[in-house]
């Protein structure tokens, strides 16, 4: 089987709808979006604080933004930021992460652009919101873009990881 590419991702992401949206920032600021079907997990998350569908449930389609900088805008209007969470307050981790969900859960992306040079990336979704990734951590992983198929009843998620200065990382998983 091929590696995922820039090409699939920027043709097949477009028109999914986001089901789950969920930002850590007890050690960074990691975001992750989960787009399309919903594929069940073999052995279901513990972690009580996500809903029903996020424990037993992976997306097809997932970001993980996790070094890099990124911005939420709705209406070329600011909402947060990555540099919203550098001084984390845990009485307000739930809070973050409900208001994050609340505004793109059910939207569609309709646009995904990844500059093949920088390899920022600029995602537009319904409702007017765009979320905009700076590649720009040097020393870590800046974001990861994964892909969740069924082979031979297994689970196969594969990974287009962008790590320190621009370097690309295909790797895949079976389960």
Known sequence: MDKLTIDQITDEWPRQ??????????????????FGKKFKRKKPLRNNKLSDDERIYQGELTLFILSASWRLTQNQQILTSSSDFR?????????????????IVGESI??????????????????????????????DVNYVFSKTLIVDGNILTRYFEVRANGEIAYTDNLT
């Open 17 to 34: 709808k986001c089901w789950s949206s969920l930002a850590h920032t007890s050690i960074s600021t990691n975001w992750a979006i989960d």
């Open 87 to 103: 001084e984390y307050d845990e009485s307000q981790d739930s809070f973050i992460q409900s208001q994050m969900s609340k505004k």
């Open 110 to 139: 309709t646009d995904l652009t990844i500059n093949e040079q920088t390899l920022d990336v600029s995602m537009t979704l319904t409702g007017n919101y765009r979320i905009d990734i700076l590649c720009n951590c040097p020393n």
